[in-house]
C-alpha cells in the first residue's frame, strides 16, 4: 500500500500491525512503549497505554488533536487510556514536521543511552547504515541527544523541547532517554518504521563494539 492511497482505516491497519512487528522485535514488550501517527493535518491516530501492544486493534486508537492533545474521539471501549506519551508525540510531530512517532523500551536503546556517559549526546560514526536515517551519509559522526528519566512519562516533556530546539541536533531523528528507551520519527510511518529500525541497528552496532573494545584510547 503506497503511503498517498493508504485510506485511514488502512492508516489505522498499518499502525497497529507496525506495534505486533515493534513487539516481535522486543522494543515495546511488557505493555511499555508506543506510536502515533498523523490521521490529517488536525489530528492524529494514537495508541492506548498500558495494553498488550501486540493485541491492539484499529477500533482501540484513539484521535487526538494535533496542536492541543486533547481527546478528538475516545475508542468506544472506555476502559482505555490515551498514551501516556502523548503530549511527547505532539510536541515532535509539531516541532519537526513528523508524520508519526514511536516510543522503544529496547534494551539496545537502553544499553546505547549509557555509552553517552555525563554527556547530553551519543556520537555514532563508521557505519554504512547511518544512510538510513534522512540526510545523514555513511561519513557522519550523528549525535543522538540523551536526556535523563523522569518519574512519569509527561516529566520528559521539558527535556525534549530542549533537545528539540538545539541546532546540534537537527539532523536527528530519535531522542534517548537514560534507563528508559528511545522516541523515534518520521515524516510519515513507513519513515518512521524504517528510522526505528535503522536507529536501534545502531544502537546494537555502538553497544557491540564497547563490549569488544571497552577501555578504547
Ligand atoms: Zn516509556
Keep these: ?24 522485535k522486543d522494543w515495546v514488550s511488557g505493555t511499555g512503549g508506543g506510536i502515533c501517527a498523523a490521521k490529517d493535518s488536525k489530528t492524529v491516530l494514537m495508541a492506548p497505554t498500558g495494553v498488550h501492544k501486540e493485541e491492539v486493534k484499529p477500533s ?37 514536521g513528523a508524520g508519526s512517532v514511536m516510543h ?9 543511552a549509557d555509552l553517552a ?11 554504512e547504515m547511518l544512510k538510513g ?22 516529566e520528559l516533556l521539558d527535556q525534549i523541547r530542549l533537545m528539540l530546539e538545539n541546532s546540534a541536533y537537527a539532523e536527528s531523528f530519535c531522542i534517548l532517554v537514560r534507563n528508559h528507551g528511545a522516541y523515534i520519527w518520521g515524516e510519515d510511518l513507513w519513515e518512521a518504521k524504517r528510522h526505528a529500525e535503522i536507529y536501534h541497528f545502531l544502537f546494537e552496532a555502538v553497544v557491540a563494539r ?8
Excluded at 2 to 14: H, P
Excluded at 104 to 112: E, G, I, N, R, Y
Design 210 to 217: 564497547a563490549g569488544q573494545n571497552p577501555n578504547p584510547g
Design 1 to 24: 500500500m503506497s503511503k498517498r492511497s493508504a485510506s485511514i482505516k488502512g492508516q489505522a491497519e498499518l499502525l497497529c500491525r507496525l506495534l505486533r512487528l515493534f513487539y516481535d
Design 133 to 154: 536515517v534522512r540526510g545523514v551519509s555513511n561519513q557522519a559522526k550523528h549525535a543522538v541527544p540523551v536526556i535523563q528519566n523522569t518519574p512519569r512519562e509527561r
Design 117 to 127: 556517559g555525563k554527556h547530553d549526546d551519543l556520537i555514532i560514526e563508521g557505519l
Design 104 to 112: 522503544s523500551h529496547a534494551l539496545s536503546s537502553v544499553l546505547a
Design 60 to 96: 482501540d486508537l484513539f484521535i487526538v488533536d494535533r496542536s492541543s492533545g486533547a481527546i478528538v474521539r475516545p475508542p468506544k471501549n472506555r476502559a482505555l487510556t490515551v498514551s501516556e506519551c502523548n503530549p511527547i508525540f505532539c510536541t515532535i510531530m509539531n516541532r519537526r
